[in-house]
């Protein structure tokens, strides 16, 4: 099992990125497929922000909902984070992971009924004038 993310970097407040996460050894559309995010900073506690089901519903955390967006290609095998008018808050490493769960929002957060089982290994992005 291996999940390689991919299109992080530096964008200007207002810009957008478009992330991509490849997987191999298993196939996207059998899973849940979470991106999570850490902020830089101690203390700082990882926020799962955007999920796809196994059913492909979708489910955004307040704190990104309107702006990202969550999709996957079953054929390529690969998941995607649209990320749009991003926010200088928006800075973080992201990461692309697995789940055999099923999310939902709760008060503004992604919860779910399990966590995730396997990581990519995150990739920056930085949201600065």
């Known amino acids: 099992v291996q999940l390689v993310e991919s299109g992080g970097g530096s964008v200007q407040p207002g810009g957008s990125l478009r992330l991509s996460c490849s997987v191999s050894?298993?196939?996207?559309?059998?899973?849940?497929m979470t991106w999570v995010r850490q902020a830089p900073g101690k203390g700082e506690i990882p926020e799962r922000i955007?999920?796809?089901?196994?059913?492909?519903?979708?489910v955004y955390a307040d704190s990104v909902k309107g702006r990202f967006a969550v999709s996957r290609d079953s054929a390529a095998n690969t998941l995607f984070l649209e990320m749009n008018n991003l926010l200088p808050e928006d800075t973080a490493k992201y990461y692309c992971?697995?789940?055999?769960?099923?999310?939902?929002?709760?008060?503004?957060?992604?919860?779910?009924?399990?966590?995730?089982?396997?990581w990519g290994q995150g990739i920056q992005v930085t949201v600065s004038t």
């Open positions: 050894g298993f196939t996207v559309s059998l899973y849940a």
């Open positions: 992971a697995r789940s055999q769960g099923t999310y939902w929002l709760s008060d503004g957060a992604v919860i779910g009924t399990e966590g995730e089982d396997s």
């Open positions: 955007s999920v796809i089901n196994r059913d492909g519903s979708t």
